[in-house]
């Protein structure tokens, strides 16, 4: 059994920065992909950034330059730092993972709980 648990979230003005932590716990012996992805009211869930396991990282194009993902790979752990925060960022944000090599098989998609970021002043 594999499970997310995301931090992180909470209020922030404009310009201003968070960090989201999301560690996967249970009997883990590698993660390929670790990623954010967020869902605003009335929007549907889209991808912000993933980072695979040698490090390549992929982000919308809403985010880049703002935001940076990375992970570490001995504690399971995905962070997103958030930068230059803009109200339209407000959302859920949740955590994803692919191809966890675990001692009982590879599990695929799994999803974190969200974490809620508003950004207002």
């Known amino acids: 059994q594999v499970q997310l648990v995301e931090s992180g979230g909470g209020l922030v003005q404009p310009g201003g920065s968070l960090r989201l932590s999301c560690a996967a716990s249970g009997n883990i012996f590698s993660i390929y992909v670790m990623g954010w992805y967020r869902q605003a009211p009335g929007k549907q869930r889209e991808l912000v950034a993933t980072i695979i396991s040698g490090g390549r990282t992929n982000y919308a194009d809403s985010v880049k330059g703002r935001f940076a993902i990375s992970r570490d790979n001995v504690k399971n752990t995905v962070y997103l730092q958030m930068n230059s925060l803009k109200p339209e960022d407000t959302a859920v944000y949740f955590c994803?993972?692919?191809?966890?090599?675990?001692?009982?098989?590879?599990?695929?998609?799994?999803w974190g709980q969200g974490t809620q970021v508003t950004v207002s002043s």
């Open positions: 994803n993972v692919d191809g966890v090599v675990t001692s009982t098989g590879t599990m695929r998609d799994l």
